[in-house]
């Protein structure tokens, strides 16, 4: 079985400049989720989707960030225009809507897109 | 609201011992979930252990097993017989309302290990 694909795995820009990562989740995997993980920090959540709706979206800066899952399937993350304070590991992870017993719904990460905001 | 606290930054531990890295929550919700992960310093999160707030019997797999006290609200994680590769960042995480799969997972700051030779 696959893993959860994101790209690029590393990508410096200026900030003001735009940005965008991909995530593709494991196959079958109904909900998504970004999260931002500055160095030294837990992972937070920015948004989640199940199927291509939004679950959850409450600590994604509007203003500067969007995130959209089409088809249910693939999801895009974009900043614009980037701060310097967006330096961080940006991690998708996905899982099951299927109640796995003992495990409820454990998520599946990807490897992860460092961005450095200079 | 949910809150996972991790009060130890940093540990350092003799190969072959035995560590507990410390997780206390806080929630409202009867039916939750706990989860611990690993993030080696290549940037991967490894998950680790479950235990979800109905079950009876302390989690284990392998060398980790969690030491679930429900009334402390604590889930701390015990490696056994620890090993050079055991060194990385360990987060404690939990999932409120553990029965939705549309619930979300907040994270604690985190423990660093690092386990001498």
């Known amino acids: 079985e696959a893993g959860v694909a994101q790209s690029p795995r590393y990508k410096i820009i200026e900030k003001r400049q735009s940005v965008a990562f991909w995530c593709n989740p494991i196959?079958?995997?109904?909900?998504l989720y970004w999260y931002q993980q500055i160095l030294g920090q837990g992972p937070k959540l920015l948004i989640q989707?199940?199927?291509?709706?939004?679950?959850?979206d409450s600590q994604l800066p509007k203003d500067r960030f969007s995130a959209e899952r089409l088809k249910g399937v693939d999801s895009t993350l974009k900043i614009q225009p980037a701060k310097l304070e967006d330096s961080a590991v940006y991690l998708c992870?996905?899982?099951?809507?299927?109640?796995?017993?003992?495990?409820?719904?454990?998520?599946?990460f990807g490897p992860g897109t460092r961005l450095t905001v200079t | 609201a949910q809150k996972i606290t991790q009060t130890q930054p940093g540990m350092f531990v003799q190969e072959k011992e035995a560590v507990t890295l410390d997780c206390t929550y806080d929630?409202?919700?009867?039916?939750?979930?706990l989860f611990w992960y690993k993030q080696p310093s290549s940037g991967e999160m490894i998950f680790l252990i479950y235990?979800?707030?109905?079950?009876?019997q302390n989690a284990t797999e392998g060398r980790y097993s969690l030491n679930f006290q429900k009334a402390r609200k604590s889930a701390n994680l015990v490696i056994s017989a620890s090993q050079l590769g055991d060194s990385a960042m360990y987060f404690c995480?939990?999932?409120?309302?553990?029965?939705?799969?549309?619930?979300?997972?907040?994270f604690g700051s985190g423990t660093r290990l690092s386990i001498r030779p």
């Open positions: 992870a996905s899982s099951s809507t299927t109640f796995s017993g003992g495990k409820s719904y454990e998520q599946y």
């Open positions: 196959s079958g995997h109904a909900t």
């Open positions: 989707f199940q199927n291509n709706g939004v679950v959850d």
């Open positions: 929630t409202s919700d009867p039916s939750y979930g």
């Open positions: 235990q979800g707030s109905y079950d009876q």
């Open positions: 995480a939990m999932r409120e309302s553990s029965y939705s799969s549309a619930s979300k997972i907040i």
